[in-house]
């Protein structure tokens, strides 16, 4: 049985549910958990009207691509809802850009620390993360612009998931842009360098496809249209920051003092 979730305005309740059966047949509407219509069958489906205890209208109607109806559609007060799943995707892709703007910033950090021994792992972060060009083989500690290029990357990439957030396609475009380029390059210049770079290129190839469709996940959560005042239309910014801050802060414990991380991981338990 089809179901799909909606969000409401705040005043309204946390959420609608619709389901129906196959042939669009009993579509059944519910608010917060409670019944309030059912629609028997498909004639009887199109344009159909619901009053909520608040007085607001509820528009019911079948979605078409060409003569033949693919979904359902809800409308509260003429307000297309939005259904939950597009923003649990936006999230996803919100969630992966802090990912990457948190390793950048953090390796550049190590790089303009002068961390010489740390080198490797900031070049392993880079190669998954990072922009590429001269930041992974170049090494973090041996220019300090290399690492306060890395951090500007970080930076950059934070400002893009805001600008996501703020649902802004030309952000989210140029994020998967930006990471698709990086990684063919990335990927190009691993393969016919060799070296011990090579080694470890099938993992990062894999990270860096999760990271992609993470990203590319937004596309869909953009694809929703908007209702004014309606209940976490955006995934909350702080959520991007607390990404950024937890990841970031677990990575460099584990970096700088691996052992007392995994001790307090453990304890954790």
Not at 239 to 244: H, P, Y
């Given at each position: 049985?089809p179901?799909?979730?909606?969000l409401l305005?705040?005043?309204l ?8 059966r ?12 409670q019944r ?7 004639k009887?489906l199109?344009?159909?009207l619901?009053?909520?205890?608040s007085g ?10 060409g ?7 809800l409308?509260l007060?003429?307000q297309p809802?939005?259904?939950v799943?597009?923003v ?24 303009l620390?002068?961390?010489?021994l ?6 392993v972060?880079?190669?998954g ?7 992974a083989f170049?090494?973090?500690?041996v220019?300090?612009?290399s ?11 934070l400002?893009?998931?805001i600008?996501?957030?703020q649902r802004?396609?030309a ?6 842009g ?11 210049a ?5 070296g011990?770079?090579?080694?470890i290129?099938?993992p990062?190839?894999?990270l860096r496809l ?5 990203i590319?996940?937004?596309l ?5 249209p908007?209702?004014e005042?309606?209940?976490a239309?955006?995934p909350?910014?702080p ?6 801050k937890r990841?970031t802060i ?5 970096v ?5 991380w ?5 304890s954790?338990?």
């Open positions: 049985m179901k799909r979730t909606y305005p705040l005043e309740g946390h959420r609608l549910e619709v389901s129906w196959r042939g669009w047949r009993r579509c059944s509407l519910y608010l917060d958990g309030i219509g059912t629609i028997p069958n498909l009887a199109p344009q159909q619901f009053t909520l205890s607001a209208t509820l528009r019911v109607s079948l979605l078409y691509s003569a033949v109806p693919y979904d359902v559609g409308s007060n003429d809802l939005v259904q799943r597009s649990q995707l936006l999230t996803v892709a919100l969630s992966a850009i802090g990912l990457i703007a948190g390793v950048n910033c953090m390796a550049g950090v190590f790089g620390l002068n961390l010489s740390r080198i490797w792992p900031n070049t972060l880079l190669l993360f990072g922009l590429f060009s001269p930041l170049g090494g973090l500690t220019a300090g612009s690492a306060a290029l890395a951090v500007g990357v970080g930076g950059l990439y400002f893009l998931g600008r996501v957030w802004s396609w952000a989210l475009l140029l994020v998967l930006i990471f698709f380029l990086d990684s063919v390059y990335l990927g190009f691993v393969l016919t360098g060799g011990e770079a090579a080694v290129v099938s990062i190839v894999f999760i990271l992609l469709v993470a590319a996940f937004g869909e959560g953009f694809g929703q908007v209702a005042n309606t209940a239309i955006h909350p910014v959520r991007l920051f607390f990404v950024f990841f677990n990575t460099l414990s584990a700088v003092d691996p052992i007392g995994i001790f307090s991981k453990r954790q338990k």
